[in-house]
């Protein structure tokens, strides 16, 4: 480390405590509180990157989030590596690793350099008006631009850090902790808000906490050290909660704020693990005050962008806080006041400031004179008009300006430096403000935006509402928090203040160079590679607004979001297009305010927490048993249960023959189920089913199928009649949660003169279901003195029972065809009846079957999954359900929906079976049908919705929708695949039982 | 997010709530007499207005009630909720 | 004889933290709109309905939830027999449902009641639950319906830093360990 | 063309510093009438526009445009182009599109940088399954490039998608379309409003149309901001406006105007070389050539017109990016933003004439419009200059909501991005 670079006297930087670190594999160290940048530059390391384009060398430019050029890949583990990360927001840690991005083989020799020469050739936009020819080989220029474009590296592997979420309600909320941020915290807090402040940086205090200086002093003390006393005052304060290392992240309408807090960044390597990376703030605030302060504007000449050229107050910022120096020979270039704090902090610490360079005619304000005292030399009312260097820049080309300033007069003067500071004024950070929705209003003596109207309940305060001056800042907070939060007594009223203040103004966007524009490269949007030259073509080729502009230069699309240049762009465009820059407006800021990680946006939903996963009661016995789950909704349901190492397949085909030869047992909990009481139920049910209810019998169960308005299927399910008005309705697994808002919709909206109620009863009840010749015989074991004679217990009723005391609901009713029950018990006892069953199936190789099983066996029935052989686009009739639409009911959702011309049409598609010619051949899920084979592109007719082997028909069974598939019967078709035909034909939807035999077998 | 001042449970974050369409749009009482446009009218016809738009939203994730609001769907602006039934409070 | 089962028989204790699942509990949904059927509850319950949104009101062994104009929830102080449940159930079912003054459902598997304890778990339920607990903290009694990381639940303030949660029991083992991951970082 | 584009113009306007370029479209004042009227300076309008002029010789043609064109979802969309949909209707629509797209870049002497470097559709659940394999032999039988790869396959194409089988939804495999890809947003409309112009049609921006004149069956003219212009026929394509426009002649759409957020990250070297979309898992990705990874997320249930949605669904859909993409966990979100589309029940669009004469509708494009701009440019001029719809577009009339003839495109469990 040069140690001439760094000064001794700063209170901020620790330097007993060295850190060492890495950047681009130079050993390097700096001290406890530096930024990676400041370190860089103490370092005497300047060039830091090379442009997105041009491949420029650049240097560090800033000492914030505005930062364009310091963009560094940090650390090179594979999982945790971070491309683009500014160097001015990293704080030192040990063992940090930082590189240079888009640069080969290395920053300080970059063959990307060569664009440079061709600049030339790649204006804005070039690339929309060649690589054209030849036509096909867009691709291959294509993949170089992609290879040479793209700044950092994304990591290759999951990223091992943990992220979070909080919620967070508060009164109000204060962002920037600024010398303004501060005085609205504190008054808040002592009016007993419940008050929230957030800042981006480590500590409190904002630029004034380093300001000490003669021509900024509150109450006779400098106004570092009075804040420093207000900033102690305010631990002593119960409810305001602070947070550092927060940055405001988006704004969004009513008062919903997001802020990323770090909380490990700053740690040392081996400090970061097992801790959460960044918590993400969710806030909801009653109130929101906007304190973020303003930015320095560069400005813009021939060459401004070379290493060695920095912001103005990035270069006090560096001696006063960091001590550390920018360089050994400085020059200033502004056009405002705040280029001779630079000058004053830079002379108290004996670096030799060789000139500043002031566009405006001689000004004597209070600051001015006071560095002329110092003996600063000023070259009044000229320019710089070039710069030399290429890694660093060496020297600078002065100039006097015409009285208009248009024009360069006189002769050159060349100066030597190794560092130039720029200020081109400053610009009030309203990207919040709008952000949420509030509406700017330029101000034309000093050409900066200003919060204006917003709808929300919110301030702006501070050098963010365009208050530079320290005695204004302060007068206005007061007046504006005193109105804001409806108070009189603040402590802030009557200090007394020393405050320069600005007299002259003058802000030129784009300074005259001795040169033709054409010859120049005054860059504005510093990593994208966006001159002045580029903005003016743009409007040359009739791209007028900014949004255009902004799209076909590409100025502030960078990762700085243009935070530098949005406003020069503005000023630039205005002046060519000779229109006033409040006419223009400006682009809309957009979230975030600075780069946020998919990881703080996550939090910890990711892996197990990605989704819900809901279990049934029995699922502990489904996973002892080796059962392969499938994912339904948010369920997972047991799939099948492989024995030894069979396949799906083989495990499918046991299951379904062990089923319907003798017994098998189903998990159906997951089926929706909603009780239904009231003295109107059976009129609902006779409004949402296109059935008839009314006269279903008590103990009875009947199927229902309910449509949507537009007439198409929506779910199925059986219902049961408790009692006269008492229903318990079942729907598919993955309805249940729809059908149940939609029927709550519909009686709160459409019919509340129906006295109803309906409660989900989903998780309260398990459900088993056994199949099978046996499961009669199972049953009576389980519960002896239940009559399951088919007269006492016929097939589509209930019985409510006790099984060992414990109530449960059994209905006779079956989706296999096979004589079956299902058990419906609290899910407490649920695994246990399961067991029971189980053990009592023993005898009768009961088995476990799955989902896939159930599938198999209804097909073999041509019992329908809505869902599967529906998909929003059957009605009943094409399903062949004509029979379960009641002709004598007046109405019922949907009805009035199969009468239109379209829906009632005879050859719409419809629901058949399909038979292979091979009764092997096993159709595939979602193959085509047609009737022709010769034609290409041919029409299709339809396609398979469920294929499968029946195991119990030996021979592979599908249905199918098939266009006027009624009429088709017996009609010979093919199922096109890929490499082969399959004859197929079309056939009754039933493929077992015709005569349902074996329901009451 | 907005912040939805649920008729019946008070101001909740919108994440509790889902938006149902467009308000006041009553189901035929006797669609078997509507020709088909009439019916389209009911089942698809939106005036999808950009302004003042009344609409149902439910409380989803609390008393899972429905109600009405009232919002200037041009900046999102809330300005009434009411409860199923009432007259809208604006006209 | 069946035994029970319930997703989670657990207890995990962290800083000022304690979660815990308490079951068996009786819980009845109540449903109704006129006022006999509130009066009625009230008498038979020896409770009053409480009408106003998002509170509630107990007596020594019964709790009563409001949970939207016309729905409520019971539930029971302790653990509680099956029979006693099934009694309550059917008295009630008779009192109310079967002379249509409105409905009773027995859902007392259908939610599992979640118990935390301690000075730090409004600031666990702030890590996935968007509602504002700012004032719900220090009214005893209070209601709230929300959703904790997506998942339903109804919280009862049963007691100053003394909460019963319900979800359903599909999702409880889900929940549980999302709030016990939680935990690790309050 | 005047001024055309090539390697050699630029060389050529390098020696002059690029003082020379003309205008890209002029910037005239609206005439007193015009053949045809399009209303909306998005994509889809100016080439409806371009192609009017082209196929159609309607040269007296006027493009107005509210704000500036292709400042609405032209400029804010993932510019995600495929043609593998379900239905044959929708099919022809997209292919017919997709062919366009193949030598747009030199009928527009433009470079819209069509970038044919494949679409895959994830599947994460069996019914998804069934859903992609009906879609992938739809497509085959259409003539449409689409293959069914299943994970092995889907792995070796994306490397960097994450198919464990122990993930909450295991990639179970997915469809392929080759020809499919992405193209530069802004290009497009700037191509077609120069190509438009080049041929004489008047591009009026800033130009705000506040009511049509009508008489009893037909149209008259547009009211503006920039006064009354007179003609017989009037295209609107007007997107999310749609039902503005068209509650000016008391004509309700079955439309819902709602809005659809995308985000980018920063740019970083290629990492992802191809479009990958997934229903289940709500999420889809691609990387533009400035290499920032361009991220769709879903609509809001809710209508609104201000371009913003709920963070809710930017943070649903990054939760799906990274159970797919767990090494995005770092990258960095720089910019979100929303559009306002206009969705039809049935997810697919209107292209019609309506019951007033000289009256046509292009619009319900939902989130899937920008692939479909040179197609339905080119039909929708068709619809116009013949005052019939093309075969490709006869499906897609504002009647089918009556009769009930949907072209259902979510039923079918399309992914309509």
Redesign the interface.
Same mark, same amino acid.
């Given at each position: 480390m040069s140690k001439d670079l760094r000064i001794t006297n700063s209170k901020f930087i620790d330097q007993t405590s060295r850190i060492s670190f890495k950047f681009d594999g130079k050993n390097l160290y700096g001290f406890k509180g530096d930024t990676l940048a400041s370190a860089l530059l103490a370092n005497n390391i300047h060039l830091v990157g090379r442009s997105f384009k041009y491949h420029r060398p650049r240097g560090i430019m800033a000492c914030g989030s505005e930062e364009p050029n310091a963009i560094v890949q940090v650390g090179n583990d594979t999982?945790?590596?971070?491309?683009?990360t500014r160097a001015t927001e990293i704080e030192l840690y040990e063992g940090l690793e930082a590189s240079s991005q888009n640069c080969w083989p290395s920053v300080n020799f970059d063959l990307g350099a060569v664009n440079n020469f061709f600049s030339?050739?790649?204006?804005a936009a070039?690339?929309?008006?060649?690589?054209?020819?030849p036509?096909n080989f867009?691709?291959l220029y294509?993949y170089f631009?992609?290879?040479s474009?793209?700044?950092?590296?994304?990591?290759?592997?999951?990223?091992k850090?943990?992220?979070?979420?909080?919620?967070?309600?508060c009164d109000v909320l204060i962002v920037g902790g600024g010398i303004s941020g501060i005085m609205a915290a504190k008054t808040a807090a002592k009016n007993n808000l419940?008050t929230v402040l957030i800042d981006d940086k480590n500590i409190l205090g904002g630029t004034t906490l380093f300001q000490e200086n003669e021509c900024f002093k509150i109450n006779n003390s400098y106004s570092n050290e009075w804040l420093k006393k207000e900033i102690e005052s305010l631990n002593s304060l119960k409810n305001l909660t602070i947070k550092t290392r927060t940055s405001l992240a988006?704004y969004?309408?009513?008062?919903?704020l997001?802020a990323r807090e770090n909380l490990t960044d700053h740690l040392d390597l081996d400090e970061k693990k097992n801790k959460?990376r960044q918590r993400l703030w969710?806030i909801?605030a009653k109130k929101v005050i906007i304190a973020t302060g303003a930015m320095e504007r560069p400005l813009i000449f021939n060459n401004n962008d070379r290493p060695g050229v920095i912001l103005s107050s990035s270069i006090k910022k560096y001696i006063d806080f960091y001590g550390v120096k920018c360089g050994q020979k400085i020059s200033l270039f502004t056009n405002n006041d705040s280029a001779y704090e630079t000058a004053i902090s830079l002379n108290k610490c004996g670096v030799s400031v060789n000139s500043v360079v002031d566009i405006r005619d001689k000004t004597n304000s209070l600051i001015v004179k006071h560095a002329e005292k110092l003996g600063i030399k000023v070259h009044w009312k000229s320019t710089v008009v070039n710069t030399n260097g290429y890694k660093k820049i060496n020297s600078i080309e002065i100039m006097k300006l015409s009285d208009d300033g248009t024009n360069v007069i006189e002769k050159k003067i060349n100066e030597e430096c190794d560092c130039l500071g720029i200020s081109g004024g400053w610009t009030p950070r309203v990207h919040l403000f709008t952000q949420s929705?509030g509406k700017l209003k330029f101000r034309d003596e000093d050409n900066v935006f200003v919060p204006d109207k917003s709808?929300l309940d919110q301030i702006s305060i501070g050098s963010c509402n365009g208050d530079f001056g320290l005695d204004d800042v302060i007068k206005n907070t007061v007046n504006l928090i005193n109105k804001f939060l409806k108070i009189n007594n603040n402590d802030y009223e009557n200090l007394e203040i020393i405050s320069s203040k600005e007299i002259d103004k003058k802000n030129i966007w784009l300074l005259p160079s001795d040169k033709?524009?054409?010859?120049t490269k005054p860059f504005l949007d510093f990593q994208n590679d966006s001159t002045a030259?580029d903005i003016k073509?743009a409007l040359?080729?009739?791209?007028?607004?900014i949004?255009?502009v902004k799209?076909?230069t590409?100025t502030g699309?960078a990762?700085d979001?243009g935070k530098l240049s949005n406003m020069h762009a503005l000023g630039i465009i205005a002046e060519t297009a000779g229109v006033k820059m409040g006419e223009l407006g400006t682009t809309t800021f957009?979230?975030?305010y600075t780069?946020?990680?998919?990881?703080a946006?996550?939090g910890?939903?990711?892996?197990?927490?990605?989704?819900?996963?809901?279990?049934?009661?029995m699922h502990d016995w489904h996973v002892e048993n080796k059962a392969e789950f499938?994912?339904?909704g948010q369920?997972k349901r047991a799939w099948y249960y492989p024995k030894d190492n069979e396949n799906m397949h083989e495990a499918v085909q046991r299951e379904s023959k062990a089923a319907r030869d003798s017994a098998g047992i189903l998990d159906a909990s997951t089926l929706g189920k909603i009780?239904i009481?009231?003295?109107d139920a059976s009129e609902f049910l006779n409004r949402v089913y296109t059935n008839a209810w009314s006269k279903l019998e008590i103990g009875k169960c009947r199927y229902g199928l309910m449509l949507n308005?537009?007439?198409?299927v929506y779910d199925d399910g059986v219902t049961t009649r408790l009692s006269e008005?008492?229903y318990l309705m079942t729907t598919t697994t993955g309805g249940a949660a729809n059908v149940l808002?939609k029927l709550?919709?519909y009686l709160?909206?459409?019919w509340?003169e129906l006295?109803v109620?309906l409660?989900?009863?989903?998780?309260?009840?398990g459900t088993v279901s056994i199949c099978g010749p046996n499961s009669k015989k199972i049953l009576s074991k389980v519960i002896p003195d239940l009559d399951l004679s088919d007269k006492e217990f016929p097939h589509m009723t209930f019985k409510s029972v006790l099984?060992?005391?414990?109530?449960c609901r059994v209905m006779r009713i079956s989706f296999t065809g096979e004589h079956s029950y299902e058990i419906n018990i609290?899910?407490?006892?649920a695994?246990?009846?399961w067991e029971?069953c189980f053990k009592a199936g023993k005898e009768f190789n009961i088995t476990p079957y799955g989902t896939e099983t159930m599938h198999l066996l209804r097909a073999e029935k041509g019992f329908i999954i809505a869902?599967?052989d529906t998909?929003?686009?059957m009605t009943p009739i094409d399903l062949q359900m004509d029979w379960i639409i009641s002709k004598k009911k007046?109405?019922f959702i949907g009805?009035?929906?199969l009468?239109?011309?379209?829906?009632i049409r005879e050859d719409r598609k419809q629901l058949v079976g399909l038979l292979t010619d091979d009764p092997n051949e096993i159709l595939?899920?979602?193959?085509?049908i047609?009737a022709e084979t010769d034609k290409?592109?041919?029409?299709?007719l339809g396609?398979v919705?469920s294929s499968y082997f029946s195991p119990n028909l030996n021979k592979s069974i599908a249905l199918a929708v098939v266009k006027n598939g009624k009429k088709l019967m017996g009609q010979k078709l093919f199922v096109?695949?890929?490499n082969k035909t399959i004859n197929v034909t079309i056939t009754d939807t039933v493929f077992l039982d015709k005569e349902n035999k074996r329901l009451n077998a | 997010?907005? +912040?939805i001042n649920c008729p019946y449970c008070g101001e909740r974050?919108q994440s509790e709530f889902?938006a149902?369409g467009e308000a006041h749009i009553?189901?035929?009482k006797?669609?078997?007499e509507?020709s088909?446009d009439q019916?389209?009218e009911y +089942?698809f016809m939106r005036k999808n207005i950009k302004g003042i738009q009344f609409e149902?939203w439910?409380h989803?994730h609390g008393c899972?009630?429905?109600f009405n609001m009232v919002r200037d769907t041009s900046?999102?602006?809330i300005h009434a909720v009411y409860k199923?039934?009432e007259k809208p409070p604006i006209k | 004889?069946?035994?029970?089962?319930?997703?989670i028989i657990d207890t995990k204790e962290y800083s000022e933290i304690e979660i815990s699942v308490i079951?068996?509990i009786l819980k009845i949904?109540l449903?109704?709109k006129n006022r006999d059927f509130i009066t009625k509850i009230g008498k038979e319950l020896s409770i009053i309905t409480p009408i106003d949104p998002n509170t509630s009101s107990s007596n020594e062994k019964l709790n009563l939830l409001w949970l939207s104009p016309?729905e409520w929830l019971l539930y029971s102080n302790d653990k509680i027999d099956?029979?006693d449940v099934?009694s309550l159930e059917d008295k009630l079912f008779r009192e109310i449902?079967k002379v249509?003054l409105?409905?009773?459902?027995?859902?007392?598997?259908?939610?599992i009641m979640i118990n935390l304890n301690g000075t730090k778990i409004f600031e666990l339920l702030?890590?996935?639950?968007?509602?504002?607990?700012?004032n719900f903290k220090n009214s005893k009694g209070a209601v709230a319906q929300t959703l904790i990381?997506?998942?339903d639940v109804i919280i009862h303030n049963k007691n100053f830093n003394d909460l019963n949660l319900f979800v359903?029991?599909?999702?409880s083992?889900?929940l549980w360990?999302?709030m016990n991951?939680?935990a690790r970082?309050i | 063309m005047k001024n055309k584009?090539?390697?050699f113009?630029?060389?050529k306007n390098?020696f002059?510093?690029?003082?020379n370029?003309?205008?890209?479209?002029?910037?005239p004042e609206p005439k007193k009438e015009y053949d045809a009227i399009i209303i909306g300076g998005g994509g889809h309008g100016l080439a409806t526009a371009f192609y009017l002029a082209k196929k159609h010789n309607m040269t007296n043609v006027a493009v107005v445009e509210k704000?500036?064109i292709g400042?609405g979802n032209t400029?804010r969309n993932t510019t995600i182009i495929r043609s593998n949909y379900l239905w044959?209707a929708s099919a022809g629509l997209y292919d017919h599109a997709l062919k366009i797209w193949e030598?747009l870049?030199?009928e527009l002497?433009?470079?819209v940088?069509?970038?044919?470097r494949g679409v895959m559709n994830l599947a994460?659940?069996?019914?998804d399954?069934?859903?992609?394999?009906?879609?992938?032999?739809?497509n085959?039988?259409?003539?449409i490039d689409a293959v069914w790869l299943n994970t092995d396959e889907v792995k070796k194409f994306c490397p960097?998608i994450n198919t464990s089988p122990n993930?909450?939804?295991p990639v179970l495999g997915g469809t392929l379309q080759k020809r499919a890809g992405t193209a530069?947003h802004?290009?497009v409309a700037?191509?077609y409003a120069r190509g438009a112009d080049a041929m004489g049609v008047d591009i009026i921006?800033n130009c705000e149309v506040k009511g049509i004149k009508r008489n009893a069956d037909s149209v008259e003219g547009i009211e503006t901001t920039k006064g009354f212009i007179k003609t017989k026929k009037i295209g609107v394509v007007a997107a999310g406006h749609s039902s503005v426009i068209a509650n000016m002649v008391d004509l309700k759409l079955p439309l819902e105007s709602k809005p659809l957020q995308a985000l980018v990250?920063?740019?970083?070297?290629?990492?992802i070389d191809t479009v990958v979309m997934s229903n289940a898992v709500h999420a889809y990705v691609s990387?533009s050539?400035?290499?920032e990874l361009v991220i769709g997320a879903g609509t809001d249930a809710y209508v609104s017109y201000t371009q913003?949605g709920?963070?809710d669904v930017?943070?649903g859909t990054?939760?799906?990016?990274?159970?797919l993409y767990?090494?995005?966990?770092?990258?960095?979100?720089?910019?979100?933003?929303g559009g306002i589309v206009d969705i039809c029940?049935d997810a697919s669009p209107i292209i019609s004439k309506t019951h007033v004469k000289g009256l046509y509708f292009n619009c319900g494009w939902g989130t899937g419009g920008f692939k479909a701009t040179p197609g339905s440019g080119d039909l929708f001029a068709h619809t116009i200059a013949n005052d019939e719809p093309h075969k490709l577009n006869a499906d897609f009339n504002i009647n089918?909501f009556?009769?009930?003839?949907?072209v259902?495109e979510?039923?079918?469990?399309a992914v309509a991005h």
């Open positions: 999982s945790m590596t971070e491309p683009n030339p050739l790649i204006p070039f690339y929309y008006k060649t690589f054209m020819w036509a867009w691709k294509e631009i992609r290879k474009a793209g700044l950092g590296k994304s990591p290759t592997e999951p990223d850090d943990i992220y979070d979420h909080r919620y967070l309600h419940n988006a969004h309408s009513y008062n919903y997001l959460i969710k909801r929705g709808d033709p524009l054409g010859k030259n073509l040359r080729e009739g791209f007028k607004s949004e255009h799209r076909y590409t699309m990762t979001q957009r979230p975030p780069p946020l990680t998919f990881g946006i996550v910890r939903n990711v892996g197990e927490f990605f989704d819900i996963t809901r279990k049934t009661p499938e994912n339904v369920w009780d009481q009231g003295s308005e537009d007439g198409m008005n008492h808002s709550e919709d709160q909206t459409e509340p006295d109620y409660t989900s009863v989903t998780d309260h009840y099984i060992d005391n414990i109530k609290q899910s407490s006892y695994k246990s009846v029971k869902g599967q998909d929003g686009t007046y109405d009805k009035r929906s009468y239109r011309s379209d829906t595939e899920e979602g193959a085509q047609v290409q592109p041919v029409e299709m396609h919705t096109p695949m890929k | 997010m907005f +912040l974050d889902s149902g009553i189901r035929p006797q669609p078997t509507l088909d019916w389209a +089942l149902r439910n989803a899972r009630k429905w900046n999102d602006k199923m039934g | 004889m069946l035994n029970f089962n319930t997703t079951e068996p949904n449903r109704g016309d099956i029979k099934n449902s249509k409105g409905s009773v459902t027995n859902v007392s598997d259908h939610w702030s890590t996935g639950c968007p509602f504002n607990f700012n990381n997506h998942i359903r029991r599909s999702f083992s889900h360990s999302w991951d939680s970082f | 584009y090539s390697i113009s630029l060389i390098a002059s510093y690029h003082e370029w003309q205008r890209a479209w002029r910037d704000g500036w400042g400029g044959d030598g870049s030199q002497n433009y470079n940088m069509f970038s044919q994460h659940n069996l019914q399954v069934r859903d992609l394999k009906r879609r992938t032999h739809a085959r039988l259409n003539g960097i993930i909450r939804y530069r802004d290009a700037w191509g921006q990250s920063e740019p970083v070297k290629p990492i990387q050539d400035k290499g913003r709920s963070h930017v943070e990054l939760k799906a990016i990274l159970e767990p090494i995005f966990s770092r990258m960095k979100m720089l910019r979100q933003w029940p089918r009556v009769s009930g003839d949907l259902d979510h039923g079918a469990a």
